[in-house]
């Protein structure tokens, strides 16, 4: 579990901050204040993305075993085998090998999950499975990007001043 307090204000000291995310590029930003205390489980889609200003907060993880390891050996098993793409995304994050966290990560895109989309590309661009394919991390990198994933538009960028496009 982790537990975010927030020591400044939204609309006061910065613009934007911590936001949920369903993984189809729809950020909604809580508007904390100081003060404010988020608790949730490591599965909620969320980020922090400050537009302007500091923002500062305490963070805290908290887990119930005694070396704070995670065996998460079935955490959204039935729902990632049931066609869940967000639970099949999950199960990529916390594979115990990279061939499991592979075939999920790919079904996950497969399925059409924007978020699966952007990391499968970054895998490709990366060469973290496979040697790197520039051509495939385009190509999942324009399919998040069309399925609301903005960041993927800056990879996609990326892809490109790689292939020496420099006109766009």
Not at 51 to 68: E, I, P, T, V, Y
Request: aromatic letters at 10%; charged letters at 20%; hydrophobic letters at 40%.
């Amino acid at each position: 579990v982790s537990v975010i307090i927030s020591l400044d204000s939204t609309n006061v000291d910065f613009e934007g901050g911590f936001f949920v995310t369903t993984g189809t590029g729809l950020n909604t930003f809580l508007p904390l204040q100081i003060g404010d205390t988020v608790i949730h489980q490591s599965d909620l889609l969320h980020g922090v993305h400050v537009k302007s200003g500091n923002r500062w907060s305490l963070a805290m993880w908290f887990q119930d075993s005694d070396d704070c390891s995670s065996r998460p050996s079935d955490w959204w098993l039935q729902e990632a085998r049931a066609g869940n793409p967000v639970a099949q995304m999950l199960r990529a994050m916390r594979a115990s090998t990279s061939e499991e966290a592979w075939s999920w990560l790919q079904t996950a895109a497969e399925s059409g999950f924007p978020r699966a989309q952007l990391y499968l590309g970054k895998a490709y661009h990366d060469g973290v499975v496979a040697p790197q394919n520039l051509t495939e991390a385009a190509r999942w990198y324009d399919s998040a990007r069309r399925g609301g994933e903005l960041e993927a538009s800056f990879y996609l960028g990326n892809v490109e001043l790689a292939r020496g496009n420099r006109s766009g």
